[in-house]
């Protein structure tokens, strides 16, 4: 049994459905209870678990922080956050005044934005590398000390895999501690604690939660001293999430598997055919055979993902007419909900410059394999029909 009498021996499909349940007891509740309170009844000193006030901690955010950490496979409980960049500006508070950070080229616009924020702000130095050139970031490492590692992968919109065990290995060797976003792969497709990085972090917004319905961030570690440090952290930053939030993300939780099984598996055969499309001049998905990422993705991951990158023949018109005539799949920002959406990602100013202009990023649902490749063909066929083409 692991911690608090929890089986480690259960595969994670059955650890995400029944994690964070309350105690089995006669004519008790299956699930937990959602509590609305933000302070506790307290005549003195609070004793150890007793709850004193919501922004430090209550009930709710409980049975959710143990199933995320039953996920990952974590020693200490996950800290849930009001948002994924709340989680992440916590993490990246690990970098002091001066430090140095190396991050991915390519990642999450916004972590991207808040690195150049601290750069700005408090004389941080950035160092972008390609996190798929496993030589490279080394490189970088040794280069000068270093305060963080930031990994992502597959990143976010490139789809480029990290061997994140060789460079948890490489940083660790020169005293460099690493985190890791795992939001596109979440802890059903690779669980970075067990190959030894410090910190993971999850968008709880995107799959985990999965229902595009609560904005929400966790951070998760096996470190006693990190978790109080974040955990301190977030109280005094009141980085903290409502409860009915939480709620609702344990019981989007309990179909992380079937959700993303689905998700990916529909993901592989759109990627398949998307590659064979006379209007198709890239795509990106590492269950490609001929994919950058797909032997490491191959050798680490379980699945591989439900995000594709999709660029079609006619560039930046022909991308923002596929946009235009799709039915099903949604235009919108965000990922990892139900429904399938896409966007073109440069048509934020902020996203990396070596991002091509005519890049699709596709979030892969849970609808009907066929309904989806029809509306994706349709829209492909009117993009390729534009006058001038």
Not at 103 to 118: C, E, I, K, S, W
Not at 155 to 166: R, S
């Amino acid at each position: 049994m692991g911690p608090e009498g929890r089986p480690h021996d259960l595969s994670p499909a059955t650890v995400a459905v029944t994690a964070g349940r309350p105690d089995r007891t006669p004519g008790g509740p299956v699930n937990p209870p959602v509590v609305l309170s933000s302070t506790y009844v307290s005549t003195g000193t609070p004793g150890p678990g007793e709850l004193l006030y919501a922004r430090n901690g209550t009930e709710t955010w409980v049975p959710f922080e143990r199933a995320l950490a039953d996920l990952e496979g974590a020693a200490q409980p996950a800290l849930v956050f009001g948002s994924g960049m709340a989680a992440i500006a916590a993490v990246l508070s690990l970098v002091p005044s001066g430090g140095r950070l190396v991050v991915p080229r390519h990642a999450y616009q916004v972590t991207l934005g808040f690195a150049d924020d601290m750069a700005l702000r408090n004389g941080v130095e950035v160092v972008r590398v390609d996190i798929a050139d496993t030589a490279a970031v080394v490189e970088a490492l040794r280069a000068a000390p270093t305060s963080l590692l930031w990994v992502e992968s597959p990143t976010n919109p490139m789809l480029e895999v990290a061997d994140l065990p060789a460079l948890v290995d490489a940083a660790h060797a020169v005293g460099v501690p690493v985190a890791v976003d795992n939001t596109f792969a979440t802890p059903l497709g690779q669980r970075p604690l067990a190959w030894g990085a410090d910190v993971v972090v999850h968008s709880v917004t995107k799959y985990l939660a999965g229902h595009s319905d609560v904005v929400l961030g966790a951070v998760v570690v096996d470190d006693p001293e990190l978790h109080a440090r974040f955990l301190a952290y977030r109280t005094l930053h009141g980085s903290i999430a409502g409860p009915w939030e939480v709620w609702l993300a344990l019981r989007g939780l309990r179909t992380l598997a079937l959700r993303v099984g689905r998700s990916q598996e529909t993901a592989v055969e759109l990627a398949r055919r998307l590659a064979a499309h006379p209007a198709v001049a890239q795509v990106r998905h590492p269950s490609l055979p001929d994919d950058p990422g797909h032997k490491v993705a191959a050798r680490l991951m379980t699945g591989f993902g439900s995000i594709i990158g999709l660029r079609p023949v006619g560039g930046v018109a022909a991308a923002d007419a596929v946009v235009s005539a799709l039915r099903l799949w949604v235009p919108a920002t965000s990922l990892g909900g139900v429904e399938s959406s896409l966007e073109r990602r440069r048509r934020f100013t902020t996203e990396s410059a070596t991002v091509p202009e005519d890049l699709l990023r596709l979030s892969v649902g849970i609808e009907d394999v066929e309904d989806l490749w029809s509306d994706l063909s349709q829209a492909l066929s009117a993009a390729a029909a534009l006058p001038g083409r």
